[in-house]
């Protein structure tokens, strides 16, 4: 089972970068990392997924180096809006079922003014 | 996102009832899913179905029930519910030709539901 690890909370203000790390040591060959933010009473929504090395999108950055035990999410220039809980999922279609979706408790990131 | 979309919204209920949550998707996606939350916590699977004829059990399935009546629905039903089964519930969709390979995942609004 790719269990994953993250932060339970973190902090930070408007206009910095935010980096949120994820640890998942057993991963497996077929699985890939995807990242969803959710806000309160609203469903999760999906920021990014990579497979290795590095991913940018519109919104954010996922890193993930060489051996893939673990990936992090940035953040450029949080604002208020990006308060939120981030969830980091590893898994795949082909990689032995949806046992192994399973969204942990996430990180309870609070962007202060 | 709008192309995934809950009923009812809210709902309270007493125990011993019995409730069914409803999904539609006009996404398209052969592949739907059921998740509660409890407050604080992530997201639990409940059920999954990869298409019409395929339906598997999550991580928590023991009190609840699904159906998948067409491609685009998927409902959810407790059986008798209980308060522990108190929480918000959501669906998702995956599996468009782009994504099939990444799973990525489209949720809808989330159904809250009390039990008393």
């Known amino acids: 089972l790719a269990k994953t690890t993250q932060p339970i909370s973190m902090d930070s203000y408007e206009g910095q970068e935010v980096n949120i790390t994820c640890s998942h040591n057993?991963?497996?060959?077929?699985?890939?990392i995807t990242w969803y933010q959710q806000f309160p009473s609203q469903g999760p929504r999906f920021i990014i997924q990579?497979?290795?090395t590095k991913v940018t999108n519109e919104v954010a950055s996922l890193f993930i180096p060489a051996d893939r035990k673990s990936s992090t999410l940035s953040l450029p220039r949080v604002s208020l809006s990006d308060t939120a809980v981030y969830y980091c999922?590893?898994?795949?279609?082909?990689?032995?079922?949806?046992?192994?979706?399973?969204f942990g408790a996430g990180t309870r990131l609070a962007v202060h003014p | 996102d709008a192309d995934v979309t809950q009923t009812p919204r809210n709902r309270i209920t007493k125990t011993g009832k019995r409730i069914m949550l409803e999904c539609s998707q006009t996404?398209?996606?052969?592949?739907m899913y059921w998740y509660r939350q409890d407050p604080g916590l992530g997201l639990r699977l409940i059920y999954y179905?990869?298409?019409?004829?395929?339906?598997n059990k999550g991580e928590i399935s023991d009190g609840y029930s699904v159906s998948r009546q067409a491609q685009a629905k998927f409902s959810l039903s407790l059986e008798s519910a209980i308060p522990n089964q108190t929480a918000l519930y959501f669906c998702?969709?995956?599996?468009?030709?782009?994504?099939?390979?990444?799973?990525?995942?489209?949720f809808g609004p989330g159904t809250r539901l009390t039990v008393l």
């Open positions: 998702a969709t995956s599996g468009s030709n782009r994504d099939r390979d990444t799973d990525t995942q489209y």
């Open positions: 057993n991963i497996a060959t077929n699985d890939y």
């Open positions: 990579g497979y290795k």
């Open positions: 999922l590893v898994g795949a279609l082909f990689s032995g079922g949806y046992n192994k979706l399973i």
């Open positions: 996404k398209g996606h052969d592949r």
């Open positions: 179905s990869f298409d019409v004829k395929d339906i």
